[in-house]
């Protein structure tokens, strides 16, 4: 793959902004900020951004700690970088989304020195948007019902894992809480006076559990009790529960919520108590990647930037709020290596000080020139652009 002018032109905007990059990251990383809190982390990126010539919205869709920074003409085709900048709660960058932002950051520097002058009528405008909360309650299901993406060609995001993967096969997932309520009674001398609602709890996890025999393989159903009583001598009146429901597809993750709600109703009927469910995150669906975009980025990782191999996809992640991007726009969501080692596993220690490393500083560069790269495909290929939008249309139905 041969680079016109005005990609290497854009590939060394990003070398000579390196050190600024890479600053940003270990800023970041040294601050962890939880989701909906990420004030520092935000204002960083859109500072920098903006020092950079992009016009910046703060607040963007309604969330304080969302941006998005324009740079461009607003009449041509769109493309933008998602920035993740939520930390773990208690482990800090333990997802290395550090890494995230700063790539996307990245790319909006080096895509941006060049979108003014790209060639022919292929002037378009390109955004680093601020996507908060993607750990906590999924920010950018919030964004995508507001309609923050909704003007884009082309979603483009990096995301930090145990190797290199370009596609991301995630799971759909629900977020369930349940509560039982019951009647209390003296455990040893009036036990029948009560209505056991841990009695219900845990008959919801052994429904659950013999329910794991007719579920798909790749689907999952996982909770933990919140509230299992106050005292054993007491027949506990209200007890409480956290679930995740996950499957491959969303059409099937309605029809396996629909088994998890019997699971529930059944234990409310055999111990006589009442209960209550709702969700308490926003629900998540499953990655729908275009592979066109996916291979793009591959092809420019190992053909012109050196990477070592990428391999299609991880044998398992979880889910994330990309997903429910890639629903509505092209959208790819690419691993890369956290570290040489290819063991580390994310939301661990170990991956947090992986994220701040010269390996990671290094990988967070050769993404953002990929990134940038791509971006700039969508913008002057009308060809490429039409097959990406071709592509889109056929996978969702």
Avoid at 100 to 113: D, P, V, Y
Wanted: proline content about 4%.
């Amino acid at each position: 793959m041969k680079l016109s002018s005005q990609q290497n032109k854009l590939v060394e905007t990003i070398d000579a902004q390196a050190d600024t990059i890479v600053s940003v990251s270990h800023q970041i990383h040294d601050h962890p900020e939880v989701g909906y809190q990420e004030v520092f982390a935000s204002d960083l990126l859109a500072n920098t951004l903006e020092r950079r010539g992009f016009t910046v919205e703060r607040g963007y869709a309604g969330i304080p700690t969302a941006f998005r920074a324009r740079k461009g003409n607003a009449n041509g085709p769109h493309v933008a970088f998602l920035a993740e900048y939520d930390a773990l709660s208690g482990m800090g960058h333990a997802c290395g989304h550090n890494m995230i932002c700063s790539a996307a950051l990245a790319a909006g520097i080096g895509l941006g020195a060049v979108i003014d002058r790209l060639p022919g009528e292929a002037i378009g405008e390109v955004s680093v948007i601020g996507t908060p909360a993607e750990e906590t309650d999924g920010g950018k299901v919030v964004m995508v019902e507001r309609g923050a993406f909704r003007d884009l060609e082309a979603a483009l995001m990096v995301h930090p894992l145990n190797d290199n993967y370009y596609l991301a096969e995630t799971m759909a997932m629900d977020s369930w809480e349940v509560e039982f309520f019951g009647k209390s009674a003296h455990a040893a001398s009036a036990p029948w006076d009560g209505k056991n609602a841990l009695d219900a709890l845990i008959l919801t996890f052994t429904n659950i559990n013999a329910l794991r025999q007719q579920m798909q393989l790749d689907s999952r159903i996982h909770g933990v009790i919140i509230d299992g009583g106050v005292a054993p001598n007491i027949i506990p009146e209200h007890t409480r529960a956290r679930f995740h429901v996950r499957a491959k597809q969303r059409q099937y993750l309605d029809e396996l919520v629909a088994s998890f709600k019997v699971c529930i109703q059944a234990a409310a009927l055999a111990s006589g108590t009442r209960f209550e469910l709702h969700k308490y995150e926003n629900s998540l669906d499953d990655m729908l990647n275009n592979i066109l975009l996916a291979e793009r980025m591959r092809d420019y990782f190992v053909q012109v930037l050196g990477s070592r191999p990428f391999k299609r996809s991880p044998d398992h992640f979880g889910s994330t709020d990309m997903g429910n991007v890639s629903h509505i726009v092209p959208a790819v969501h690419v691993f890369v290596a956290v570290a040489d080692n290819g063991f580390l596993s994310p939301h661990t220690n170990e991956f947090r000080l992986a994220a701040s490393t010269p390996f990671a500083d290094a990988t967070i560069l050769r993404a953002g020139k990929v990134l940038a790269l791509t971006a700039y495909d969508t913008l002057v290929d009308p060809q490429f652009l039409l097959a990406i939008h071709t592509e889109f249309a056929a996978n969702r139905g």
